[in-house]
């Protein structure tokens, strides 16, 4: 296996959390032993908690060391009161960044020493919720650590020389352009505004008709909601579905809403209009919307109107596609996309695309 082998198995880790880590980047992290066994592939996986780096060493120390699992979880516990029985459930829990940080400082035993690191941004050096990652692989004597993309971001970039000032091999660039292509949303809402079109259609290309995803989708599409600054639907989806386009799959916060329509003339019973703290606004501009993150859900007429005015801010598509046959009319849209990944969530597929 080569260096590029092991970063795809990290970057294909990140983008099962994109645009969910936001403010922060997806990254991902492998870690493998001195004698080049991968102990642990893990990403991060929501802002103000384990980076990637402390959640992949964490997780690989487990694999070294049952013990350190049990004292883990008793500890862990006991501090917050939790009820984790065994790793996982941890896996799909959101750590505690300082107290994880520090439990690794103090209970890792030099198991990883001459370990190997895959990462596809740059470790950070700065002091946020916990020190800096980069200091996590001196502090526990990593052999090398390979990275995909340059962390740009003046307050946090530095780590690649604190691993090289420990005397810790530092390789640049392993698979740039997918690691580059998985950071573009970070660096978008950075510098203005990420936007994206969700759409699910059935096997069979059907986007009406009611529910046609599976639950895990709406679930996903729930937690992306959780984290939006803005969602925009238009005026014919509101009035036909009368949706309600809150979170509570996630059980997170409802985005704000922007309706897109030439008329004002909605039935305000339906039940986004309802939702507690949220706001609503009706418009038939999308200019000036100034939100850095921002979803538009709907179907094949707004996604047709957007493309044929050319909206300069949308650039990619999340499309869920169930497993499911569906009597309807088959999306009708003439335009091209490019994949960037693709996952199966639970009976059903989705992915990223960018539009050509």
Not at 34 to 53: C, Q, T
Not at 239 to 260: E, F, G, S, W
């Amino acid at each position: 296996m080569n260096d590029e082998f092991y970063m795809d198995l990290a970057i294909k880790k990140a983008w099962q959390f994109l645009v969910l880590t936001y403010p922060n980047p997806a990254v991902g992290c492998v870690i493998l032993d001195e004698n080049g066994r991968i102990l642990s592939i893990k990403a991060h996986k929501k802002a103000g908690f384990l980076h990637a780096e402390p959640l992949a060493i964490l997780f690989a120390l487990f694999s070294k060391n049952g013990e350190i699992l049990s004292e883990f979880l008793r500890l862990y516990n006991q501090f917050f009161n939790t009820n984790f029985k065994n790793q996982n459930e941890l896996e799909n829990a959101d750590l505690d960044a300082k107290f994880s940080y520090d439990f690794i400082l103090k209970n890792h035993s030099n198991l990883l020493k001459n370990a190997t690191a895959y990462v596809t941004l740059e470790p950070c050096a700065h002091q946020g919720k916990t020190p800096p990652c980069a200091n996590l692989f001196v502090a526990l004597k990593f052999k090398s650590v390979i990275i995909s993309q340059s962390d740009l971001n003046k307050i946090a970039s530095g780590g690649a020389k604190i691993l090289k000032d420990a005397g810790i091999a530092v390789k640049m660039g392993v698979l740039n352009d997918e690691g580059k292509k998985l950071l573009e949303p970070f660096v978008s809402w950075q510098s203005g505004n990420f936007s994206f079109f969700k759409l699910a259609i059935s096997k069979n290309g059907v986007a009406t008709g009611g529910i046609i995803s599976n639950l895990k989708s709406r679930t996903h599409a729930h937690e992306l909601r959780g984290v939006l600054d803005l969602l925009i639907i238009g005026g014919n989806s509101v009035r036909t579905d009368r949706p309600r386009l809150d979170a509570r799959l996630a059980n997170a916060k409802a985005p704000d809403v922007l309706i897109y329509s030439k008329r004002d003339d909605f039935d305000k019973t339906i039940p986004l209009f309802n939702v507690p703290n949220r706001g609503v606004k009706i418009s038939n501009s999308l200019c000036n919307l100034n939100a850095k993150l921002i979803m538009y859900e709907g179907g094949e007429n707004l996604l047709k109107e957007m493309i044929n005015h050319k909206i300069s801010n949308l650039k990619w598509l999340l499309i869920y596609q169930s497993s499911q046959f569906k009597t309807g009319r088959n999306v009708m849209l003439d335009f091209s996309l490019n994949p960037l990944f693709q996952s199966k969530i639970d009976d059903g597929i989705y992915g990223w695309y960018e539009l050509c």
